[in-house]
Nanobody
C-alpha cells in the first residue's frame, strides 16, 4: 500500500524559510518520479517542483531560485527547501509520486501540509 506523509508546514513571515518533508512507503521509492504540488483556496492546483529517479529536477517559474527539491533514496524521503517565502506561496502543499514524471499529476498523493506566509 502506497503511503505519502507530508510534514514541515507552518506559518512564517515573508522572507522566511521552511523545509517540507514527505515520507514514502509501499513502493520502490528510488524508481519513481517525485514532486510537490500546491493548492491555494479558490485556485487550481499548481505543480511546484519535480525530481526524477535520476535526480533531474524541474521547477515552476514562480519558485525558481527560491525553492529546492531533493530526495534521499536511503530514507525514502522527499524534501522541499523553501526560501524567501512570499505571501503568494500560501497554500496546501502535497507530495506526489508516479513512475513517470509526465503522469505525476495523476499519481499517488499525500494528505498535504499547510504553508502560510504572512506579509
Amino acid at each position: 500500500q502506497v503511503r505519502l506523509v507530508e510534514s514541515g508546514g507552518g506559518s512564517v513571515q515573508a522572507g522566511g524559510s521552511l523545509r517540507l518533508s514527505c515520507a514514502a512507503s509501499g513502493y520502490t521509492y528510488s524508481r519513481y518520479c517525485m514532486g510537490w504540488f500546491r493548492q491555494a483556496p479558490g485556485k487550481e492546483r499548481e505543480g511546484v517542483a519535480t525530481i526524477d529517479s535520476d535526480g533531474t529536477t524541474s521547477y515552476a517559474d514562480s519558485v525558481k531560485g527560491r525553492f529546492a527539491i531533493s530526495r534521499d533514496n536511503a530514507k525514502n524521503t522527499l524534501y522541499l527547501q523553501m526560501n524567501s517565502l512570499k505571501p503568494e506561496d500560501t497554500a496546501m502543499y502535497y507530495c506526489a509520486a508516479h513512475r513517470y514524471c509526465y503522469f505525476l499529476s495523476g499519481g499517488y498523493r499525500g494528505q498535504g501540509t499547510q504553508v502560510t506566509v504572512s506579509s
